[in-house]
């Protein structure tokens, strides 16, 4: 398990029962905080809740960040550590800020048998960012490396944001799906 | 309403004589075609809800026992009888009242595995109607279904299914006047190949991390929420309606003996029709890569197949006359797996593909398990220095008596997974991993499995 990354916080480690500054904290909205206690409601138990009310708040705020993860303890009224043990574990759960399209490359064997290497490079080099190094200057983009995404029989896959695009062989088709990015044709990360 | 993606993928579903009955057409009914999800389509052209109807009238009992019949093995992995499974079920006595949960997994991780989405996005109503008939025989009260959180547009599309069948009154409160209510609910995962475990998956589906639990208590006695759950593949479960469609008897007459039925097959890596496949069980698997596949497609010759996706120990030329079931699979030293087939030709360097898949069972390694989250780790750090030239005499000794350490001390099958690939490549490479320590380079040259930009 090397992926322990920590959630972004104020600039100093917070120490036991010191709260988030105002101006860091994050609120819910009113609409997402209704549909929490909907999902809350179809569990036997509201701890369940937990990985949906992440996925919210990533949605909401853009990223699971420490306040994030207060949010959703607060949201659903369990422990803050709980939240975090979960947020911490699940690598879907971006812990520090995305770009606004976030290129998720994988890697594995049978994208790497036809050239998912070559392409990881490829995106690098197309949008000037390196692989879970943050966002681009203007916030356009990021990747990842990731693990298997289901698309192996039509590899290299690719994900941005929440679509798969696994027919991107060749560069062409990935200046297409860049470009179609900068006109918005595809669903945002965070809505 | 969110819009359901009609974006085409471009897996190949189909070969001549796809549909007969040498090659039956169980699981792939209208894959390919994007409008094949809607229930419409499902009830008036492939039988939909037929298999259902007929066993609501029957006992809970009866549906089992029909699918114990059938010889239904599961098939995320371990090939389990599927009806013996529903059959541990604890059942309602006059003094105790169970609340039952049928778990449907659909967390498909498992790297050159891609056959459960086809059936989510082709087929999400077989899937349903299968949870229904599951649901009914061991008289659940919920059922889950826990797919990956990449997934979300097949989520959005199950769930419009989902809701399909509320509609039409196959699930909700009293279905179709049996008196039984039962529903199904969807759960996102987020990113963890673990929670492909059964116990990793109940854990994660309560809103915990993704950690397998100690066995026993197993699922049958304490499972979600605590309560008696049986966990079953989406291929598993859609193979369900076929089932009571034709009997467990006909359907046990398809495949191999003691592996029946159909199952899906997917090929990935060097061939020249990669894709879907729905073949019989105990198919050679050279007529599936060289036939229906066309078999190499850079023109080298194949080196390595791995047959079930990548926790399966390689196999090399001599034993890819193997047909492939799960028995067959075992006694050759590899396993039925997934059904997800790697082919590898030879211009593949295998210390780099070891490397890779070994990557990934370091990363995804909970943690929970010593022997697991420190081995793997080891022999990706041993593998990396054989690879980038550092490799040291002796390093393939120590890479073999790190495996039985890990493989068999693990609370679940990951660590076992990770050894699978590993033993077998030593075994049956072994010179390209010497080549590699004496010459500091690639025994095969020019193959590039490995980015150089960063790493995870």
């Known amino acids: 398990m090397n992926h322990p990354q920590s959630p972004e916080t104020s600039k100093e480690p917070l120490a036991p029962g010191q709260r988030l500054p105002e101006s860091e904290r994050k609120e819910f909205s009113a609409e997402a905080l209704a549909e929490i206690q909907g999902i809350m409601a179809k569990y036997p138990e509201k701890l369940a809740a937990t990985l949906p009310a992440l996925h919210i708040a990533q949605r909401e705020f853009g990223f699971v960040s420490l306040a994030a993860m207060k949010a959703v303890a607060k949201a659903i009224g369990i422990p803050e550590g709980h939240v975090f043990g979960v947020a911490t574990f699940y690598t879907m759960y971006q812990k520090a800020p995305v770009g606004k399209y976030h290129f998720s490359v994988c890697t594995n064997i049978s994208c790497a048998l036809r050239g998912a290497a070559q392409l990881l490079e490829k995106v690098c080099e197309k949008t000037g960012v390196k692989p879970g190094a943050g966002p681009s200057p203007d916030g356009m983009w990021s990747v990842e490396e990731v693990e298997c995404l289901a698309g192996c ?39 | ?38 229930l419409n389509v499902y009830e008036q052209q492939h039988e939909g809800y037929v298999a259902m109807k007929a066993a609501l009238k029957m006992e809970p009992v009866a549906v089992t026992d029909e699918v114990k019949a059938s010889g239904l093995r599961g098939r995320g992995g371990a090939g389990f009888p599927a009806g013996l499974k529903w059959s541990f079920m604890p059942k309602d006595s006059a003094d105790r009242k169970f609340t039952r949960y049928l778990v449907c997994n659909a ?39 826990y797919i990956r959180g990449e997934f979300l547009w097949l989520i959005e599309k199950l769930e419009a299914a989902i809701q399909e069948a509320r509609d039409a009154g196959y699930l909700g409160k009293n279905i179709l006047g049996t008196g039984w209510d039962y529903d199904i609910l969807v759960h996102r995962g987020a990113g963890a190949y673990i929670c492909g475990e059964e116990t990793a998956l109940l854990n994660s589906l309560e809103g915990r991390r993704g950690e397998p639990r100690v066995k026993p208590p197993f699922p049958a006695a304490k499972g979600a929420f605590g309560q008696p759950t049986t966990i079953n593949n989406v291929e598993t479960l859609a193979a369900v309606p076929p089932i009571m469609r034709m009997g467990g008897a006909e359907y046990a007459k398809i495949g191999s003996p003691k592996n029946s039925g159909t199952r899906i097959f997917g090929v990935s890596g060097h061939v020249k029709r990669p894709g879907i496949y729905e073949l019989p069980m105990g198919t050679p698997m050279n007529f599936l890569v060289e036939e229906l596949c066309g078999g190499s497609s850079t023109g080298k010759k194949i080196k390595a197949i791995i047959p079930g996706g990548a926790s ?11 047909p492939m079931d799960f028995d067959n699979l075992r006694a050759r030293g590899s396993m039925g797996g997934s059904g997800g087939l790697i082919v590898m030709d030879e211009s593949v360097c295998i210390v780099q593909a070891t490397l890779r898949l070994i990557k990934f069972y370091a990363h995804e390694s909970c943690g929970q398990c010593t022997p697991c989250r420190e081995g793997c780790n080891w022999m990706e750090m041993i593998l990396h220095r054989i690879e980038h030239g550092e490799g040291r005499p002796g390093d393939l000794e120590l890479l073999s008596s790190l495996t039985p350490r890990i493989a068999g001390r693990t609370l679940c099958p990951l660590g076992d997974a990770a050894c699978g690939p590993m033993d077998s490549a030593l075994q049956k490479f072994r010179h390209e991993f010497e080549h590699h320590i004496t010459h500091k380079t690639c025994y095969v040259q020019g193959s590039r499995l490995l980015s150089t930009v960063g790493a995870h």
């Not at chain 2, 399966?312 to 193997?322: A, G, I, T, Y």
């Open chain 1, 153 to 191: 029989g039509v590899a290299p896959c690719v994900q941005v944001n929440h679509d798969v695009y696994d027919e991107l062989v060749d560069e062409q088709k990935l200046i297409e799906v860049m470009e179609a990015c900068k006109r918005g044709e595809y669903r945002p990360w965070a809505q």
């Open chain 2, 1 to 38: 309403m969110v819009a359901i993606r009609t974006k085409p993928d471009h897996h190949t579903y189909t070969f001549p004589g796809f549909g007969s009955e040498k090659f039956p057409n169980l699981l792939l009914r209208g894959a390919g075609d994007l409008n094949n999800w809607h």
């Open chain 2, 107 to 145: 967390d498909e991780g498992e790297p050159g595995t891609f056959k459960d989405r086809v059936i989510l996005e082709y087929n999400p109503h077989q899937l349903i109607e299968g949870m229904i008939i599951g649901g009914w025989a061991m008289q659940c009260v919920t059922g889950y279904v």
């Open chain 2, 312 to 322: 399966c120990p390689m196999l090399d030329e001599k034993d890819f006359d193997v």
